[in-house]
């Protein structure tokens, strides 16, 4: 993550009329560029200084080094902004419309608000119904630094459809596939949609793996947020040879694992803040139940599910993984690399392709899963989660890329998309 932002060189603070964008974009575009860089930067430096009523407010749906781990991301991803923008040079967009995610609601904030600020006009937001509240007062704090044209809706989802969606010039929609299916039927060609998902991100540990490291990284990707992020691993595949000794080393770290509210900065895990997520949990884990080798226990007063190990048998093309928004861990063995590595580039691990992580030596199923993934070898996603660097696969349930004519399944950041996908847009 960078700590030293490439801020440019203003002369003096903008007066306070002048923070609001309307009276600021009178002048050169080089002033409102410096204006809404301006703006960023006293989001920035609000978090890094004084963050902490971000936090407490994070700390309601996040765990504590969760919402720790999200204010540092934002503080880097911000950090970068400008690199970025500069990178890309995204032409101007009149009006951007976003549904906004659940979870990482500060990160998501920067990354598909404040980031196209520097370059959009409008932009406007609906939270989602789970998270609305949090996602207001989040909105209040930021909105009374930055100042800019980012408008919280409060509108059905049919509403904010008609109202803000028809008319943007892009749309960025997370969440469920066949939802962000609904939407990108009734939009325009002209529109560019950018939908992010999630994917299966399965995590492998083939042969020559420090099988302790690996169960360590597995803990720290999937219990991030009690098991509550997308970039958890919904399946976790072990050569034969290893199944045993991982499985042992990971049910041995698990086992020192802290329970404890969001609030506690020493624990673990907490409860599960998302009842759907909760449900679904344990539907699998009743289905599975003998395959259950540690944990299992839930606490459906307190929304208590501690992690838990299943072990399965060898995934196929057909094996249907769910995606868990908890602390579970779905084993699998393998024994053949070429035949495990047929299975992950196909089917439905096709369509769910986000990214993947590599444990030993295997650099042949590594190249087969960089054509359909990112890829990290013997380290997890959280290490390469950069805000201002294209993220995903080539997965259309896991992120894609439509102008309303093609459709283009490939990692995806706004102000690289808008620049190549926005007719005429690139500067």
């Not at 996040?62 to 690199?83: F, N, V």
């Not at 169960?215 to 509550?228: F, Y």
């Amino acid at each position: 993550m960078s700590s030293a932002p490439a801020w440019p060189t203003v002369a003096a603070e903008p007066k306070e009329d002048d923070r609001t964008e309307g009276r600021g974009e009178g002048g050169a575009e080089g002033s409102s560029e410096r204006l809404r860089a301006a703006a960023l930067r006293r989001v920035r430096d609000f978090l890094a200084a004084d963050g902490g009523a971000v936090h407490e407010l994070l700390c309601e749906i996040s765990t504590h080094r969760a919402a720790r781990y999200e204010i540092e991301s934002t503080i880097a991803t911000l950090d970068g902004a400008l690199d970025e923008v500069a990178a890309h040079r995204p032409g101007r967009v009149p009006r951007l419309a976003a549904f906004m995610p659940s979870n990482v609601i500060l990160y998501s904030y920067a990354l598909y608000l404040l980031v196209p600020a520097l370059y959009t006009d409008e932009l406007v937001f609906r939270p989602s119904s789970r998270v609305k509240d949090q996602m207001r007062r989040l909105h209040g704090l930021l909105a009374e630094r930055h100042r800019l044209p980012i408008t919280l809706s409060g509108a059905s989802q049919r509403e904010f459809l008609r109202e803000e969606v028809l008319p943007a010039d892009v749309v960025v929609f997370t969440g469920a596939y066949r939802n962000a299916e609904q939407i990108r039927g009734q939009l325009s060609p002209g529109q560019l949609f950018l939908f992010l998902g999630s994917g299966v991100n399965p995590f492998v540990v083939a042969p020559g793996a420090d099988v302790a490291q690996a169960a360590r990284d597995a803990i720290a990707v999937r219990v991030l947020n009690t098991g509550q992020d997308c970039l958890g691993p919904d399946l976790f595949t072990v050569h034969e040879s290893l199944l045993g000794p991982f499985v042992d080393a990971l049910v041995g770290e698990l086992k020192g694992l802290r329970y404890g509210p969001y609030s506690d900065p020493d624990a673990d895990f907490g409860p599960i803040f998302y009842e759907d997520a909760l449900e679904e949990a344990t539907q699998f884990l009743a289905r599975n139940r003998a395959g259950i080798v540690h944990g299992g226990h839930v606490d459906f007063r307190t929304r208590r599910l501690d992690p838990t190990v299943v072990v399965g048998e060898e995934v196929s093309p057909r094996t249907h993984v769910p995606e868990f928004f908890a602390p579970i861990f779905n084993v699998a063995g393998y024994r053949d690399q070429d035949a495990l590595a047929a299975t992950l580039t196909t089917g439905m691990f096709t369509e769910r392709a986000l990214g993947s992580s590599v444990y030993g030596d295997a650099p042949e199923l590594v190249a087969a899963l960089r054509r359909r993934t990112t890829v990290t070898v013997d380290t997890t996603l959280l290490s390469i989660d950069n805000g201002n660097a294209p993220f995903g696969g080539y997965g259309r349930m896991a992120n894609y890329i439509s102008d309303g004519q093609e459709l283009r399944a490939e990692p995806v950041l706004i102000s690289q998309a808008v620049a190549a996908h926005r007719p005429g847009a690139a500067r």
